[in-house]
């Protein structure tokens, strides 16, 4: 049985940590929100199979809760989802219990009522500092429900009456949660919420449909109901659909260094799934082709190589394309069995291992075999198979993991409970080839080889600093040592101060006065600059009373003198008034360094819209939902998209520095557009358009939330 903890009435209960869960909220307005709920979480059953449950909102009866133990398909049946009826709005959830045990009682999504107030609230992560939920609690519920998905309910629900609304109640109480989390939230006033931690530990997705708005756990969820993917939830971003379908988003806590679990990659997530700029299969395979290179280096010799699937497949691919060997399916899995890793206990983990896998001795009789596993954690399903192998006559038994020996417990979301289950652990302080060594001997297997940190980041193309690696031997997130930013001198106290560049009719700019206007962005436009006289985005500012002012270009594009004279009458303009913050909405011109370094001494950070995705350097290609796709830079981007008919292009928000070259820079935020088979150029033009409209007051409010921290990213070494 499991210890208890108590505080006041309210029983915690400390159990094994088993988390992975997975997360979904539907906007749609033909008012069958609850079906493609049941869609996604079948897409995402992979994240959570111990129990399932669904929220709706309707006006008539506020929040409708049912959820239940077992699979999608036993519990959210036809039925249920007849009888809870119509709604344009619901949330769902998988569980994998993390705090809390495997019980009907903690089942998500939760729902609670005190008051006028009604909150339903599902969660992927884990709030390991729970003690420090319960003393913010000023009464205590008598209910044995043990999550810390109740916790973070109540909490919501007793700060509610103190704040004007639900978007001001998340800005001042998520702060104060410690810990992975991604919540779906639904409120008695049909408001649906998507929040992400600051450190981004788990992933979260936004899509949208013809009819409505997606958030959840995976792309997958979204790509599977039918949607478009967009961009993944940001670090610290809550995502808002009123009940009315506007979608909306607002920043909170203290900004971080992204930390991304590295266990999503190499495990948890499904392959064909999208996170954070990484197809996770792609990732897996290429990890795969630098695993092999150490097995090469080992010295190993081997006639075939079998994947343990699923997760383990793409790494085995990766192993057998570099080493030039036969990938054969030698172990046979049960789907029905389930995910051995996220089983509840030891004992459940052991009978599902002998349940699911099953070895074809066929093309092994005499060989050597090396077996690509995406991990091992407590070596359950790894000891097992080695020795089943050799019973099966494999002369030689190769036991290789596309990542590195687990050695610390997790906190974060992962079933570790603390480092005497993980039999890596023993051998911590050694060096990589002293555990290989000591683990080979563990499972009897000939030789084990892991994968270094180092190269699963390089696969990711990423560094291992980009990562929550802590079971892994890295520090922890959110205990550990905090990254350092840069800090400003000059700080933003009230509404920060806006120059915006444009050139054109000044739609964009348009968005940025309307959100200044209704107070969603807290800022005040002070100048208004435009390189043509004509342009009609200076009347959309005169109109609101902002200062404006012309300042056309008079000369050759490739006339340096004339160029660097340009810029210094520009800064003129900028020096003459307080500014924070420069964006180009529609400028078409090139800045030159001397402007972009003087303005970067004075802290000013320049941010520029560009209608396609952008990369940070020079690459001339990007991953995208939907593919390696060229990377559309210069004036005719919408049109060089279209013309060469991609599949997907999309917008980008990104600094501009100096000595940089033309369309890079630190990406703020970048949002997808799918081209679709019957777009016309002026179709797709339109939901360009309409993105950038979204994306860029939302990169102007991160950018904000970032300086208000103090934190100077005029010379581009934050984060983002």
Known sequence: MPSRNTFGDLVVLEEQLKEKCGVIGVWCAEKIASLYIRKGLSALQHRGQESAGISIYTPENKIQTYKGMGLIPNVLTTDV?????????????????????STACNAQPITLTKGKFQISIGHNGNIP??????????????????????????LLLQERPKYSDWDETLKNVLPRIRGAFCFVILTSDGAMYGARDTYGIRPFCLGKASNGWIIASESVAVDLTGAEFLRDVKPGE??????DGELSSFFFGEPKRPQNCIFEYIYFSRPDSFENGIRVRNGREASGKLLAKRILKKGIKADVVIPVFDSGYPAAKGVAVELGLPLIDAITVSHYIGRTFIQPGQENRMAAVNGKHNIVPDEIFNKRVIVVDD????????????????????????????????????????????????????????????????????????????????????????????????????????RGQQYEFPKMKKKITSQAKIAVLISGSGTNLQEIIDRVDNGDIEAKIVLVIANNERAYGLERARKHNIPTSVLPYEGKV???????????????????????????????????????SKVSQKEIPVLNLHPALL?????????????????????????????RRLLVSGVTVHQILPKNNFDIGPVILKEEVRIRSND??????????????RILPTAIKRLIHVMKAGIDVSKGDFYW
């Open 238 to 243: 809550v995502v808002k659909i009123n009940f």
């Open 129 to 154: 500092e729970y003690q420090h939920l319960l003393e913010q609690l000023e009464e205590k519920s008598k209910e044995e429900c043990s999550s810390d998905t109740y916790l973070v309910a109540q």
């Open 558 to 596: 490739n006339d340096q003198e004339k160029r660097k004279e340009y810029d210094r009458l520009l800064l003129d303009l900028i020096k003459k008034i307080d500014v924070d913050i420069i964006v180009l909405a529609g400028w078409i011109f090139v800045l030159g360094d001397e402007f972009l």
């Open 81 to 101: 989802i007849h009888q809870l009826g119509e709604s344009k709005v619901a949330i769902g959830h998988n569980r994998y219990s993390t705090t809390g045990s």
């Open 680 to 693: 016309t150029l002026e179709t797709f033009e339109k939901r360009i358009h309409e993105a950038e409209h």
């Open 615 to 643: 990369t940070t350097n020079l690459k001339d290609t990007i991953a995208s939902s939907r593919g390696i796709i060229p990377v559309m830079r210069g004036q005719q981007a919408i049109k060089d998209a279209f013309g």
């Open 375 to 478: 991990s091992a954690v407590r070596l359950t399903t790894s000891k097992r198979l080695c020795l089943g192998l050799k019973d099966a006559g494999a002369e030689e038994v190769y036991m290789v993991f596309a990542s590195p020996p687990v050695v610390n417990h997790c906190d974060l979301g992962i079933d570790m409970k603390s480092k005497k289950e993980l039999p890596a652990s023993n051998w911590a302080s050694e060096h990589l080839e002293v555990i290989e060594k000591n683990v080979a001997e563990l499972m009897s297997a000939n030789g084990v080889v892991y994968l270094p940190i180092e190269d699963i980041a390089m696969a990711m193309e990423r560094t291992k600093e980009d990562f929550y690696h802590y079971p892994f031997g890295g520090p922890h997130p959110i």
